[in-house]
């Protein structure tokens, strides 16, 4: 199985900052691989596909790279609405695997 | 508008059965594969199971596998997970979830998901 490692499990921020997590994968993956978004009490939201095409609906200031094992997530200028989880997940091999999750929290 | 209802989880005792049902709308769900996540109080999200259009593929998670059975029926437009020798470490919210080629292989609607707890 291909295990995914996100860090740092927890962030502090400000509206206005710039975040970014990362997701390590323990196996090539190429770009096969997604960004969500969840908030407390609610089903997970898809952000972005294939490590960087960012879905419709979705704001701008999300933005996702990388690829092979290492990928990241960015949030640029943090909005109240951001503060989330945020988990990676693998889309190239079943079992379909996600990290741990990142919880950006109001510093 | 995609939407995904799922119904039918509760309380059961270790040991026990149960199906939820997860019913689909605005959208040709015969046409799409489908999936059940889960996520246990707290934690992460983990992926269970997967059918295919025509239920002709699925997968099993190791952790489920020879206790959960998926199914789905399109002339309902319906998805099912059978759960048999239930553990508390199935204790989670069970999300059904659309699969789709066309965004790289990611889940891109989700239900609101079902709690199932197994305890005694």
């Known amino acids: 199985d291909i295990q995914m490692t996100q860090s740092p499990s927890s962030v502090s921020a400000s509206v206005g900052d710039r975040v970014t997590i990362t997701c390590r994968a323990s196996?090539?993956?190429?770009?096969?691989l997604a960004w969500y978004q969840q908030k407390p009490g609610k089903a997970p939201k898809l952000l972005i596909s294939?490590?960087?095409s960012l879905q419709s609906a979705v704001p701008s200031r999300f933005s996702g790279s990388g690829s092979g094992t290492d990928f990241t997530l960015t949030i640029s200028n943090l909005q109240p609405e951001d503060f989330a989880t945020y988990f990676c997940?693998?889309?190239?091999?079943?079992?379909?695997?996600f990290g741990q999750g990142t919880k950006v929290e109001i510093k | 508008e995609v939407q995904l209802v799922e119904s039918g989880g509760g309380l059961v005792q270790p040991g026990g059965s149960l199906r939820i049902s997860c019913t689909a709308s605005?959208?040709?769900?015969?046409?799409?594969?489908m999936n059940w996540v889960r996520q246990a109080p707290g934690k992460g999200l983990e992926w269970v199971s997967y059918?295919?259009?025509?239920?002709?593929?699925?997968y099993y998670a190791d952790s489920v596998k020879g206790r959960f059975t998926i199914s789905r029926d399109d002339a309902r437009n319906s998805l099912y997970l059978q759960m048999n020798t239930l553990r508390a470490e199935d204790t989670a919210v069970y999300f059904c979830?659309?699969?789709?080629?066309?965004?790289?292989?990611?889940?891109?609607?989700w239900g609101q998901g079902t709690l199932v707890t197994v305890s005694s």
């Open positions: 979830v659309r699969y789709s080629e066309v965004t790289a292989g990611t889940f891109d609607y």
């Open positions: 605005g959208f040709t769900f015969s046409s799409y594969e």
């Open positions: 059918i295919s259009v025509s239920g002709s593929t699925i």
């Open positions: 196996h090539g993956i190429g770009r096969w």
């Open positions: 294939a490590a960087s």
């Open positions: 997940q693998q889309t190239k091999n079943v079992p379909w695997t």
